[in-house]
Antibody, heavy 121, light 107 residues
Framework: QVQLVESGGGVVQPGRSLRLSCTASGFTFSNYGMHWVRQAPGKGLEWVAVISYEASAQYYADSVKGRFTISRDNSKNTLYLQMNSLRAEDTGVYYC??????????????WGQGILVTVSS | DIQMTQSPSSLSASVGDRVTITCRASQDITNWLVWYQQKPGKAPKLLIYAASSLQSGVPSRFSGSGSGTDFTLTISNLQPEDFAIYYCQQANSFPWTFGQGTKVEIK
């Protein structure tokens, strides 16, 4: 069965960095685009970033562009989100999610359990 | 960026009711529209993709319709487990964007 497990969250001071990881199993990771989606406390969903199946393309939300970097290691079935220059407004639960179809971006059919990132002094 | 606007923001309904949630895109997204359900403390769950295609394992009381800029999620015969927050999301172009959510509460 498909599993996505996020790790690396925690409390960090404004301006500092954090790297999230998402370890995947139960499907051929290298065939699927992967996304990060976040949710501030009590708020709605915000799409953050996507990386194509072979890592040739990445796209970002305007709110994180230039500060966050999405990457993947297909040999380790792992997705990453490097978050630099963190701000209070980056606080929230971060989900990794898998594309429903291989080689194509259309919808997200499996999500991790989410990992909390708190940016606070 | 494409803006997604859902209505209503919340609604109260009873078990057995038919519920309709609408989602409007700020520009034509053809049928690149997705619906998710989220319960408290849980990850979102995919319900509908390509505006009207039911995700495997999702009960048939959920249905989606629409194209272009106006879309609808309908839940017929509302069940206790359907009380949740529903989000639409456009997959027409990056950056993907979500609607603000519609909370379906028990009347």
């Amino acid at each position: 069965q498909v599993q996505l497990v996020e790790s690396g969250g925690g409390v960090v001071q404004p301006g500092r960095s954090l790297r999230l990881s998402c370890t995947a199993s139960g499907f051929t990771f290298s065939n699927y685009g992967m996304h990060w989606v976040r949710q501030a406390p009590g708020k709605g969903l915000e799409w953050v970033a996507v990386i194509s199946y072979e890592a040739s393309a990445q796209y970002y939300a305007d709110s994180v562009k230039g500060r966050f970097t999405i990457s993947r290691d297909n040999s380790k079935n792992t997705l990453y989100l490097q978050m630099n220059s963190l701000r209070a407004e980056d606080t929230g639960v971060y989900y990794c999610a898998k594309e429903r179809e291989p080689y194509r971006s259309s919808s997200l059919d499996y999500w991790g359990q989410g990992i909390l990132v708190t940016v606070s002094s | 960026d494409i803006q997604m606007t859902q209505s209503p923001s919340s609604l109260s309904a009873s078990v057995g009711d038919r519920v309709t949630i609408t989602c409007r895109a700020s520009q034509d997204i053809t049928n690149w529209l997705v619906w998710y359900q989220q319960k408290p403390g849980k990850a979102p769950k995919l319900l509908i993709y390509a505006a009207s295609s039911l995700q495997s394992g999702v009960p048939s009381r959920f249905s989606g319709s629409g194209s272009g800029t106006d879309f609808t999620l309908t839940i017929s015969n509302l069940q206790p487990e359907d009380f949740a927050i529903y989000y639409c999301q456009q997959a027409n172009s990056f950056p993907w964007t979500f609607g603000q959510g519609t909370k379906v509460e028990i009347k």
